[in-house]
């Protein structure tokens, strides 16, 4: 995450309308557990965002094991696949699965 965690926050939060905003990172975790509580069994959680933010890797993390592919971005322009712009999917929260 940035080194200006607290103002990024502050700023988006300031024009959010009233949503809570909070910051994730799929890679190391840090955050991931506030947003695995806000899904409770029987929601419908849906991830949007433009193609590589993260959605695929967030929805892992959260699963805890690796269900969506996920995308390597190239930094130098931040071109991705056109394929992976649009998909949607459906699988059950991690709470209700069988196991
Ligand atoms: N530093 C950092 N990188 C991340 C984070 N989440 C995802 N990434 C990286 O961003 C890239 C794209 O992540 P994806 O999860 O595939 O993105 P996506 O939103 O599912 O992309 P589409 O499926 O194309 O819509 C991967 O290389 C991830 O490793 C994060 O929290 N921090
Ligand atoms: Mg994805």
């Known amino acids: ?3 200006d965690f607290d103002t990024r926050i502050a700023d988006v939060t300031r024009v959010a309308g009233g949503a809570l905003v909070l910051a994730a990172c799929a890679l190391t975790g ?6 695995e509580q806000l899904i409770k069994p029987g929601d419908t959680a849906v991830f949007i965002g433009t193609s590589g933010v993260g959605k695929s890797s967030l929805i892992n993390r959260l ?3 690796d269900i969506q592919a996920t ?5 130098h322009d931040a071109k991705r696949p ?10 059950p929260p991690p ?4 196991h």
Do not use: L, N, P, Q
């Not at 840090?30 to 947003?35: D, N, P, Q, S, T």
């Not at 709470?95 to 069988?98: D, M, T």
């Open 95 to 98: 709470r209700r699965r069988g």
């Open 82 to 91: 056109a394929y992976h712009f649009v998909a949607r999917d459906d699988f």
């Open 30 to 35: 840090r955050g991931v557990k506030k947003i």
């Open 71 to 75: 995308v390597e971005v190239r930094t």
């Open 1 to 3: 995450m940035c080194d």
């Open 63 to 65: 699963y805890g094991e």
